[in-house]
Structure formats: structure tokens, C-alpha cells
């Protein structure tokens, strides 16, 4: 059974950092690019980070660039999200999600895939 | 950036209509675009890719078509399980973004 487990949310005053980490098993790890995704309460899924299954190629959203990294350790199985430099409006649920590539054979698998397998998330609350 | 644009934003529909949400890209997506449903409480559901392939075990009450700049979801017949919030979302670019979402009600 494909299972993904988010970890490191919680409490944090804004400007100050956290990183969420994204536990798998029951998949070939490094046969897929991986994600972030967030919802804030009362508004939409938000695209965050993505990466290859070789960490060749990352991308994130406007709202985090410069601030957060995203990375990945294939021996380990696990995702990351490095977050700094915190604000209120970071504050929302955050999902780990699996890729499914059906793009025309890149070898980075990635873009070109869809947000498959999603992970329970992991609350983070930036405040004061 | 691309930017997805979703309507209607909210739909009220009764058990067994047919329903449609469109899509809209800011440009040319060729045909990634991607939907999911999504209902509170749980992770999102992955129902369609490439614009109109079934996701493994999703009904075939769900169709998805379109390419370029327009697409559409349609429900052929609706079921209670299938109030919820539905999202379109592009992965042409290495910058993935979602529409707004329709939140799909009970009449």
C-alpha cells in the first residue's frame, strides 16, 4: 500500500523557519517526481513545490520563491520542505502528493504530470 | 505564470443532473490539465489526466475534455458522493497552478 506521511507542522512565529518532511513507502521512491501542495482555511488548493525523481528539476510558486526549498533523498524515501523566512499568509495545510508522469518521455519525468497520491498534510500556523 | 480560471465558481445541482465546469487557461496548455475533487476533511482526489483520461477506479460518470485554452469536467448523472469541490490544474509548465475551484452543492 502506497502511503505518504507528512511531519513538522506546528507553531511558529513569523520570520523564523520549519521544515516539513514527507515519509513514504510502498512505491518505487525515485521513479517519481514529488510535490507540495496547501490549502489555507476557506480558500483553494495552492501548487507550492515540485521536483524530478532526480532532483534535476524544481520548481515553486511565486508566493515562496526565495524562501522555501524544496528537496528530496532517494535513500531515504522522504520528501522536504525547507520553509524560512515564515509569514501569516504561509499558514495552511500541507499535502506531500506523489506524481503520476504521462508526459512524452522527459527524462526528469517532470512537468507533464498530475498531483496523484496525496498524504494526509501537515497543519503550519505562522503567528505571533 | 499560467493562470487557471474556473467557472462557475459555486453550482447548485440536484441527484442524476448533468453538470459541466470549464476551464481556462491563460495560454496554450496542449492537453495538461488535470482534475480533482476535493471534500473537506480529506486529501484531494485525482480523477482525470491529460485533459480527458480516467484516473484507475474513478467513475465513468466523469468525462473531461478539451485542449489548448478550454476545457471541461462533465458529470453525467450525479451521485450524493459527488458534492464536493472540484479543481483544474496545469502541469505544461515546470510552475503548476490551480483554478479556483466549484464548490458543487445540493439543490
Known amino acids: 500500500e502506497v502511503q505518504l506521511v507528512e511531519s513538522g507542522g506546528g507553531l511558529v512565529q513569523p520570520g523564523r523557519s520549519l521544515r516539513l518532511s514527507c515519509a513514504t513507502s510502498?512505491?518505487?521512491?525515485?521513479?517519481?517526481?514529488m510535490h507540495w501542495v496547501r490549502q489555507a482555511a476557506g480558500r483553494g488548493l495552492e501548487w507550492v513545490s515540485g521536483?524530478?525523481?532526480?532532483?534535476?528539476?524544481?520548481d515553486y510558486a511565486d508566493s515562496v520563491k526565495g524562501r522555501f526549498t524544496i528537496s528530496r533523498d532517494n535513500a531515504k524515501n522522504s520528501l522536504y520542505l525547507q520553509m524560512n523566512s515564515l509569514r501569516p499568509e504561509d499558514t495552511a495545510f500541507y499535502y506531500c502528493?506523489?506524481?503520476?508522469?504521462?508526459?512524452?518521455?522527459?527524462?526528469?519525468?517532470?512537468?507533464?504530470?498530475?498531483?496523484?497520491?496525496w498524504g494526509q498534510g501537515t497543519m503550519v500556523t505562522v503567528s505571533s | 505564470d499560467i493562470q487557471m480560471t474556473q467557472s462557475p465558481s459555486f453550482l447548485s445541482a440536484s441527484v442524476g443532473d448533468r453538470v459541466t465546469i470549464t476551464c481556462r487557461a491563460s495560454?496554450?496548455?496542449?492537453?495538461?490539465l488535470n482534475w480533482y475533487q476535493h471534500k473537506p476533511g480529506k486529501a484531494p482526489k485525482f480523477l482525470i489526466y491529460?485533459?480527458?483520461s480516467l484516473q484507475s477506479g474513478v467513475p465513468s460518470r466523469f468525462s473531461g475534455s478539451g485542449s489548448g485554452t478550454d476545457f471541461t469536467l462533465t458529470i453525467s448523472s450525479l451521485q450524493p458522493e459527488d458534492f464536493a469541490t472540484y479543481y483544474c490544474?496545469?502541469?505544461?509548465?515546470?510552475?503548476?497552478?490551480f483554478g479556483q475551484g466549484t464548490k458543487l452543492e445540493i439543490k
Open positions: 502528493v506523489q506524481g503520476y508522469y504521462y508526459g512524452s518521455g522527459s527524462y526528469y519525468k517532470y512537468p507533464n504530470d498530475a498531483l496523484n497520491i
Open positions: 510502498g512505491f518505487t521512491f525515485d521513479d517519481y517526481a
Open positions: 521536483i524530478s525523481w532526480n532532483s534535476g528539476s524544481m
Open positions: 495560454q496554450s496548455i496542449s492537453n495538461y
Open positions: 491529460g485533459a480527458s
Open positions: 490544474q496545469q502541469s505544461y509548465s515546470t510552475l503548476y497552478t
